[in-house]
């Protein structure tokens, strides 16, 4: 089971995901011999969140590889990348829209390239190098300035030219589409703006991610999910309970709580005593001992820890948890399974 | 990057190149090269004519622009997400960065926000608010915060005199300018509260629990004996709210919002809507025995507290407890939190009537800054300029006393970096 971890939100074009995604799985293979395992690309309304898996990981290994190889593999692909930003920097700074779908087709190659070379400046935060290299590797940073953002909108503003009669949803068509011609219906882009998937090339529409995630095994889990082995907090009521987390955010669905799990949410007010009733343990992020909670929990005689600081941000709903009222501790004994995972 | 920002004002004026030409006696080729930000150098006249004609200031006119962060790429960055808006988060932002000089030697370190829609990424430089809670607690560790809490208790009466003005006044009918100067006042007498009491955070970095830990070590304290005396068992005012929240409850009657007690207390805490005070009179009313329970302790928390913290020092044959300092500290956050409350509900009150007369959407009111409003005033920030900052990002960087702003792909770059920064040092085990 492989798992993801979100780590960018951005919002751009369907074309500007489709080189995000190439330039590192399949430019970094060609160049290097191993690509980034595949991102996935959960996009609602044009905007993305990002998930990888082990992309720090692959990228370090590369670079120290690539590093131990040849000691000035830095150096080389730092002026390789420079001339290459200089001229799309050019072509940005123009902000002409392109004439057709094969300029289009052009340009998306050089971003690519440029943005190889842009992931590589990234090196001396991963590998000890020189200062002269750390200056050199900001001064690239500076030279890439707004590139990324710059060729999106370029992408954008010439598919609106290309497709007038598309007007915004024209931003929702991939690479492909716009080269060969066969642009889609109206209904499928609109339910592209609406929402989807794109992972490994395709663009899924017809799947929401945790059923998306059910089909391939995948897990999400949240960038704090190694500090969640054992959260140390304080005592507010004794006692000792082991059973399935409940997460309590925004706009959870209360009912979905079953009587016996174990609580977990940022702060709780007298009006959500209801769910403290149900519960048989509870974990706050913040709380007081004399808070509702802490006294509603001492009345029932269930344990209660506050103060965790990250309980919700790193358990998820259905980890089999060990509350420990008495040493203030919460241990997860079973991370959640992938097929059992809920959306809350 | 240094960019001159002549096109912006330009737009933002709605003026074109031949009307500054025009209006300033510029040379017209000067103002093209500008406005393009074609230009190597600016001559300090040309500066003094723009700003004077404009009304504008020099960091309006000049920006340095960023695309990273400062400091040293070891930095360990803390991150912290919460759903606020720039407009209520900067005052608390700024008096972490620089806290009041009298009482505290030095702040947080440096602090970034980026605010996107309705959610804030807030980046805290983890070793800086450290040593700086460090720092607070060798000062006043051993005495206790006496000093401070009574320079707090000062300022959170002056604002809250303030407040109780405010609540009676028809803002509606303020003149603008008025508007402005009512919201300084209450924006200023915040400001010096925070000043001596934003600080309180900066021991949920890991210091609290440092030294608790070694507290606790020593003298053999349980952690359920840990966390009473760690307890504040003063009758602040949020117990005092909750007091009558219960009281409320007792009374167990089904037209609750037509007594007059209701009424009351829908007055004195404005920021409590009737629909939230209904709903938790009608949970507690069919708990009569948890309602009972919490009233009885709530009603005598200073006399069982100080009873319960007496037993188990007894038992350690102590007389005072060692962890008083964390006491005031969980005290002082308390007040400051439910004082905070009312401050933003009038702020918001303000910013509504402020965002009409200025022709500025509410919905992205929130993304102005404080000391923007005469900018607003004259047109200088206005609605686009809020939506960009709200669709695209706005960062605030607060550095070495001083604070920048970076709004859509600057912003945005300079996140990336903090995030970059931030999650290459969480090392993940590798569940596949």
Known sequence: MKTFHKIYTVHNTLITYEVWERHQAVGWKELFGTGTPPAIFDVHGGVADVYYHNVFQTFRNVVEKE???????????????????????????????????????TFTKQFEDAWIGLDLSYMPDYVALDTSDERRSAAAREKAFGFYVGADRLIRLTLEKLL????????????????????????????????????????????????????????????????????RGSTAAGGKTTGPAYILTKGSNRNAMQSDDILVAHNLESSDLALIERASAIVLDVGTYYGSAAIAARALKKPCIINTNIA?????????????????????????EASKQSSS | MIDIQLKNIADR????????????????????????????????STIDTLCDTYGINLQDLIARKEFRIG??????????????????????????????????????????????????????????????????????????????HAAFMRMRDQVMANIDGLSKQPLAQYLGTDLIKAF??????????????????????????????????????????????????????????????????????????????????????PFVTADELTESVRTYASRQTILAQEYDLLAHLPRRHTNAVKAVLQTHKMRMSPLIFFVQLARLRDERDEILLHVHFQMKR??????????????????????????AQSGLVN????????????????????YKIHEGEHAVSMQDDLITRYVSQLTYEDVS
């Open chain 1, 312 to 336: 919700t941000k790193v358990l998820q709903s259905g980890d089999t948890l060990d509350v420990n009222g008495n040493t203030a501790l919460v241990h997860l004994v079973k991370a959640v």
């Open chain 1, 164 to 231: 007038p009669d598309l007007g915004a949803l024209a931003s929702y068509v991939t690479l492909d589409e716009v080269s060969t011609n066969t642009i889609p219906d109206k209904a499928v882009l609109e339910a592209r703006a609406h929402h989807y998937i794109y992972y490994k090339g395709d663009v899924i529409t017809d799947r929401s991610i945790e059923d998306f995630c059910l089909r391939h095994s995948f897990r999400i889990e949240s960038v704090y999910a190694p500090l969640r082995k054992e959260i």
């Open chain 1, 67 to 105: 590093n131990q190889k040849d000691g000035r593999f830095f150096v080389k692909m730092m002026d390789q990348y420079e001339t290459r930003l200089e001229t799309i920097q050019s072509v940005i700074a123009d902000g002409k829209p392109f004439a057709d779908a094969n300029a289009i087709k």
């Open chain 2, 350 to 375: 303000l910013l509504r009537v402020l965002a009409e007369r200025f022709h500025i959407s509410f919905d992205f009111a929130p993304y102005l800054l404080p000391q923007e409003l005469l900018h």
């Open chain 2, 383 to 402: 609605d686009r300029t809020l939506k960009y900052r709200h669709e695209q990002g706005l960062l605030i960087a607060l550095e070495h006393g001083e």
């Open chain 2, 184 to 269: 300084q006042r209450l924006a200023d007498l915040n400001a010096d509260m925070l000043s001596v009491s934003a600080w309180v955070d900066v021991f949920d970095f890991g210091m609290r629990e440092e030294i608790v830990n070694q507290i606790q070590k020593a003298h053999g304290f349980t952690p359920v004996e840990t966390s009473l005396l760690l307890a504040s068992g003063e009758t602040t005012s949020s117990v005092v709210r909750r007091l009558a929240l219960l009281e409320l409850a007792k009374t167990n009657s089904t037209s609750i919002l037509e007594q007059k007690n209701t009424k009351n207390f829908l007055q004195t805490y």
């Open chain 2, 13 to 44: 004026l709605g003026k074109s190149i031949a009307d500054i030409a025009r209006e300033t006696g510029l040379n017209r080729n000067t103002i093209t090269d500008l406005y393009h930000n074609k230009v190597d150098g600016i001559k300090f």
């Open chain 2, 71 to 148: 400091g040293a790429s070891t930095t360990k960055f803390v991150q912290e997400i919460r759903f606020e808006s720039p407009f209520f988060l900067w005052p608390y932002l700024n008096a972490l960065h620089s806290p009041s000089s009298q009482y505290f030697s030095g702040g947080i370190g440096n602090v970034y926000a980026f605010f996107v829609r309705d959610r804030a990424e807030l980046y805290f430089d983890r070793n800086e608010a450290n040593r700086c809670a460090h720092r607070i607690y060798e000062r006043y560790g051993r005495n206790g915060l006496d000093e401070i």
